[in-house]
């Protein structure tokens, strides 16, 4: 059986709703990194970065990175039908996708909620906040040209991509200023699977 270490308002949701949707059972196993618990060596041992989530696989292998496990979830459970298949061009949109959130988007949303982290100077952070925003907001620019013609990252198939795009925008509600992103949210909560992990997560 998978496990899978989570916890509420974070990436888990991503590789989460993944699993439901695919009808895969899983251990759910809550670290409550609020309270400090990422940082216990045991949790250390799974995930080195002291990150939320982490997945381990049935065969016991440990998988970090949220869009490392989606690209392992979709590939292990096709009758899911949430990535084409490898190979094709529309795998490749996917691929391209997926990376540029996890990339680009999720690295800057760290470095504008925890500037302080990436400069050795105090008085630094405020510049690290004012270029990460910036890079953020282009992110979200290019996401939005990207669900044209839309509804979703590939059209209307719900993929991977799309859910971990959700979880970022739950933690940018862009959707007055970008219509694009409120129609590719209406469409995946209209899922009534996505719907309730959605609601365990960030309710
Ligand atoms: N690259 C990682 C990032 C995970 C991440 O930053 N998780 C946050 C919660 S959403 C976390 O564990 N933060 C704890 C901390 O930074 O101290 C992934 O995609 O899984």
Known sequence: MYRLYWNKDTGAFAPDVVLRLAGVPCERIRIDHLQGEHRRPDYLRLNPMGEVPT??????????????????????????????????ADRARFDRWLLFMAV????????????????????????VKEVADRAVDR???????????????????????????????????FREEMPPLGTAWDRMLANPVVAETWAQYFD
């Open 55 to 88: 997945l381990v696989l049935p065969d016991g292998t440990v998988l970090t990175e949220s869009a490392a496990m989606l690209l392992h979830l979709v590939d292990a459970h096709p009758q899911a039908g949430l990535a084409p298949p490898p190979g094709s």
């Open 139 to 173: 992110c979200w620019a290019l996401i939005a040209d990207a669900l044209d013609p839309g509804p979703l990252l590939l059209g209307d198939q719900m993929t991977a991509a799309d859910l971990y795009l959700l979880m970022l925008l739950t933690w940018y509600d």
């Open 104 to 127: 680009n988007l999720y690295g800057a949303a760290l470095r504008q909620f925890h500037p302080e982290r990436y400069t050795t100077d105090p008085a630094g952070a405020p510049g």
